[in-house]
């Protein structure tokens, strides 16, 4: 069973940085794909960006040039981060991070291990 605790939200002004951490433990991380998707006030989740076991990375269109993943791993754990950049006040949700062994690696519905989220806000 795979365990997934994201850390590092918080308010930040328009135009500045923060940088998120999703805790993965309790699964074979060498086939999973760890994800990290958020969700506004009033809005569906939304897929912000991946990176998979062999280090594949993807961004979603509104992230793109702003945010960075990457991970660390050990022999039972990862840690991956999510550095974010320029932040929007659009850029203000909840953000997830969760975990897949599906080849479908921008979509929610993909995603079988979910963290309780940690909240962002962007706003002067």
């Known amino acids: 069973q795979v365990q997934l605790v994201e850390s590092g939200g918080g308010w930040v002004q328009p135009g500045g940085s923060l940088k998120l951490t999703c805790a993965a433990s309790?699964?074979?991380?060498?086939?999973?794909?760890i994800g990290w998707f958020r969700q506004g006030p009033g809005k569906e989740r939304e897929f912000v960006a991946y990176?998979?076991?062999?280090?594949?990375?993807?961004?979603g269109d509104s992230v793109k040039g702003r945010f960075t993943i990457s991970a660390d791993s050990t022999k039972n754990t990862v840690d991956v981060y999510l550095q974010m950049n320029s932040l929007k006040p659009e850029d203000t949700a909840v953000y997830y991070c969760?975990?897949?062994?599906?080849?479908?690696?921008?979509?929610?519905?993909?995603?079988?291990?979910w963290g309780q989220g940690t909240q962002v806000t962007v706003s002067s």
């Open positions: 309790g699964g074979t991380f060498s086939t999973l794909t």
């Open positions: 990176i998979s076991w062999d280090g594949n990375t993807d961004y």
């Open positions: 969760a975990a897949t062994q599906s080849r479908v690696r921008n979509n929610a519905h993909a995603y079988d291990y």
